[in-house]
């Protein structure tokens, strides 16, 4: 199929800056909304429905990684990362929210809870706990967030390439003396915005326009998904026409595996446990009204998954079948330019941009509320004692953490890593290895304050010298970082949640038990996590 002509004029950005627009009236909607009360901004006062815990829920997983990440991976390895991550994701996300999620609602509701962290500290009765795990998920979040800056960033510099050539050279590639991206949006230009959109809605309304904002997003994203899918797959002349294309130029790329072993694929399933341990999803499923908002969530967010995920993986396999590269041989920018290659319209390329920018928001607004969250209860009120604020002063230091943890980020996001895809992994393989933390907390009665400590300390251990061999020493040497870095044939993730697992057993086997009543607190028996 023979490549269009990419469009020059910047209809596209005007509908994305339509979408824009909408995002700004709905932080006045729910400032308007807005009680006024610290509970309110951090956890709505947990008065969140089944719908929109649904669609809070699953929009705050969905994030670059699932469409612009998911898509390039694919363009680089094959069909067989649906099952690398979608369909494993489909039923442990939701075993988790029925296992997990709904006992550490009931828990944080009886407790008053409004972090994850406060739930560890009372559950082991330790102070210190909590001042170990803020550094660890902090680092960890941090490049969750970063994904979404540089998927949003790699979008709109891939959609708008030629529209700005008085204004924007593009980047010079050394090796050729010819500038890719040419007329482009830069990328820090695409994250400035982002950030600012985003700081002001949930400055103005806290997890109540997070939630808000997520369910309008996750309809815009699902919505114009199918849209790109019908219309790509029509282009590429349907289905069979652009799969058998693959079939005759790429056939590995369809194979069961592909260029994925099968101890990596069977590793890569411990990765979708992470959502057990994610911060701002716990926050989430805090804002439930009562447990039974939590069935729709369980019922619908594997078919979700797989609406948003088989259309992007497909659109990345197709691509190599077409022929259609990857510009400046970025992977992450395939998405956009499948887009601007088989949509001639500029109006529904702006539409579909726009889509992609709204999964990306809905994970990054309800990060930042979660983060500014826990810095004011878990760091500030727990060493200066729960009076020395009033609300509003509680709100100020959480707004005043995001800001940071914003402009962080987004110095960050100026010096990108290759693969949003494979940056994102090391990130959940991190969450992951938690995973037996929360798991023992919530069902093992005999878990003690020294295994907590013991597997939180050998994740963090296991996890940086991985993530120092994979990614930071090649970086040192100059040699460019392998997208599956594997250790025997298996994901690191294999070896950082074994040992993390491990030691929080057999150091809880030898170490004295928690009190019973202090035990009892936590656990919550069949029945009483109805309300």
């Given at each position: 199929?023979?490549?269009?002509?990419?469009?020059?004029?910047?209809?596209?950005?005007?509908?994305?800056?339509?979408?824009?627009?909408?995002?700004?009236?709905?932080?006045?909607?729910?400032?308007?909304?807005?009680?006024?009360?610290?509970?309110?901004?951090?956890?709505?006062?947990?008065?969140?429905?089944?719908?929109?815990?649904?669609?809070?829920?699953?929009?705050?997983?969905?994030?670059?990684?699932?469409?612009?990440?998911?898509?390039?991976?694919?363009?680089?390895?094959?069909?067989?990362?649906?099952?690398?991550?979608?369909?494993?994701?489909?039923?442990?996300?939701?075993?988790?929210?029925?296992?997990?999620?709904?006992?550490?609602?009931?828990?944080?509701?009886?407790?008053?809870?409004?972090?994850?962290?406060?739930?560890?500290?009372?559950r082991f009765d330790s102070v210190g706990i909590g001042y170990l795990l803020f550094p660890i998920l902090v680092l960890l979040v941090?490049?969750?967030?970063?994904?979404?800056?540089?998927?949003?960033?790699?979008?709109?510099?891939?959609?708008?390439?030629?529209?700005?050539?008085?204004?924007?050279?593009?980047?010079?590639?050394?090796?050729?003396?010819?500038?890719?991206?040419?007329?482009?949006?830069?990328?820090?230009?695409?994250?400035?915005?982002?950030?600012?959109?985003?700081?002001?809605?949930?400055?103005?309304?806290?997890?109540?326009?997070?939630?808000?904002?997520?369910?309008?997003?996750?309809?815009?994203?699902?919505?114009?998904?199918?849209?790109?899918?019908?219309?790509?797959?029509?282009?590429?002349?349907?289905?069979?026409?652009?799969?058998?294309?693959?079939?005759?130029?790429?056939?590995?790329?369809?194979?069961?595996?592909?260029?994925?072993?099968?101890?990596?694929?069977?590793?890569?399933?411990?990765?979708?446990?992470?959502?057990?341990?994610?911060?701002?999803?716990?926050?989430?499923?805090?804002?439930?009204?009562?447990?039974?908002?939590?069935?729709?969530?369980?019922?619908?967010?594997?078919?979700?998954?797989?609406?948003?995920?088989?259309?992007?993986?497909?659109?990345?396999?197709?691509?190599?079948?077409?022929?259609?590269t990857a510009p400046g041989g970025n992977a992450n920018a395939i998405l956009s330019k499948v887009v601007q290659v088989t949509v001639?319209?500029?109006?529904?390329?702006?539409?579909?941009?726009?889509?992609?920018?709204?999964?990306?928001?809905?994970?990054?607004?309800?990060?930042?509320?979660?983060?500014?969250?826990?810095?004011?209860?878990?760091?500030?009120?727990?060493?200066?004692?729960?009076?020395?604020?009033?609300?509003?002063?509680?709100?100020?230091?959480?707004?005043?953490?995001?800001?940071?943890?914003?402009?962080?980020?987004?110095?960050?996001?100026?010096?990108?890593?290759?693969?949003?895809?494979?940056?994102?992994?090391?990130?959940?393989?991190?969450?992951?290895?938690?995973?037996?933390?929360?798991?023992?907390?919530?069902?093992?009665?005999?878990?003690?304050?020294?295994?907590?400590?013991?597997?939180?300390?050998?994740?963090?251990?296991?996890?940086?010298?991985?993530?120092?061999?994979?990614?930071?020493?090649?970086?040192?040497?100059?040699?460019?970082?392998?997208?599956?870095?594997?250790?025997?044939?298996?994901?690191?993730?294999?070896?950082?949640?074994?040992?993390?697992?491990?030691?929080?057993?057999?150091?809880?086997?030898?170490?004295?038990?928690?009190?019973?009543?202090?035990?009892?607190?936590?656990?919550?028996?069949?029945?009483?996590?109805?309300?």
């Amino acid at each position: 199929m023979g490549l269009l002509t990419l469009a020059k004029e910047p209809t596209p950005l005007y509908v994305v800056g339509a979408y824009f627009a909408l995002l700004i009236g709905l932080g006045f909607i729910t400032r308007a909304l807005y009680r006024g009360t610290s509970g309110d901004y951090f956890v709505a006062s947990r008065s969140i429905g089944p719908f929109l815990l649904l669609m809070s829920v699953f929009g705050t997983t969905m994030t670059a990684f699932a469409l612009v990440g998911s898509t390039g991976k694919a363009y680089q390895s094959g069909i067989g990362v649906y099952g690398l991550m979608a369909s494993s994701s489909g039923i442990v996300h939701s075993l988790v929210f029925f296992l997990i999620g709904i006992k550490l609602w009931a828990i944080g509701k009886r407790h008053d809870f409004l972090t994850q962290i406060q739930f560890f500290r009372a559950r082991f009765d330790s102070v210190g706990i909590g001042y170990l795990l803020f550094p660890i998920l902090v680092l960890l979040v941090i490049p969750y967030l970063l994904i979404g800056i540089l998927g949003a960033g790699a979008v709109v510099r891939g959609v708008s390439v030629g529209m700005f050539p008085d204004t924007f050279a593009g980047t010079l590639n050394p090796a050729t003396s010819q500038y890719a991206f040419a007329g482009a949006v830069p990328p820090w230009l695409t994250g400035l915005v982002i950030c600012a959109i985003v700081l002001f809605y949930i400055f103005s309304g806290g997890l109540r326009a997070a939630a808000w904002a997520n369910a309008f997003q996750t309809m815009v994203f699902m919505v114009t998904g199918v849209i790109a899918f019908w219309l790509i797959s029509g282009k590429l002349g349907g289905l069979s026409a652009a799969t058998q294309r693959v079939v005759a130029n790429a056939p590995e790329y369809l194979a069961r595996e592909g260029k994925i072993t099968q101890l990596q694929f069977l590793s890569y399933g411990l990765v979708p446990l992470s959502v057990g341990m994610f911060p701002h999803l716990f926050q989430h499923w805090l804002t439930a009204k009562n447990a039974k908002a939590f069935r729709l969530t369980a019922i619908c967010h594997p078919l979700f998954i797989m609406i948003v995920w088989v259309p992007c993986i497909l659109i990345g396999v197709w691509a190599v079948g077409d022929g259609i590269t990857a510009p400046g041989g970025n992977a992450n920018a395939i998405l956009s330019k499948v887009v601007q290659v088989t949509v001639a319209d500029p109006f529904i390329t702006g539409l579909l941009t726009a889509g992609i920018l709204a999964a990306i928001m809905s994970s990054l607004d309800s990060q930042f509320v979660c983060l500014g969250t826990i810095f004011t209860q878990d760091i500030v009120i727990q060493m200066t004692g729960e009076e020395r604020f009033s609300d509003a002063q509680k709100v100020l230091l959480g707004r005043a953490f995001i800001l940071f943890i914003v402009v962080v980020t987004y110095l960050l996001s100026l010096f990108p890593p290759p693969s949003i895809f494979d940056l994102a992994v090391w990130c959940f393989s991190g969450f992951a290895s938690l995973f037996p933390l929360v798991f023992a907390a919530v069902y093992w009665r005999g878990v003690t304050k020294a295994g907590a400590v013991a597997s939180i300390l050998t994740m963090a251990a296991t996890w940086s010298y991985f993530f120092y061999e994979g990614l930071v020493k090649p970086t040192f040497e100059g040699v460019e970082a392998k997208g599956d870095y594997l250790v025997a044939g298996l994901m690191p993730v294999t070896f950082i949640f074994a040992a993390s697992a491990v030691s929080l057993i057999l150091v809880s086997l030898v170490t004295a038990p928690p009190p019973a009543a202090t035990v009892d607190k936590f656990m919550i028996a069949r029945g009483q996590t109805h309300g």
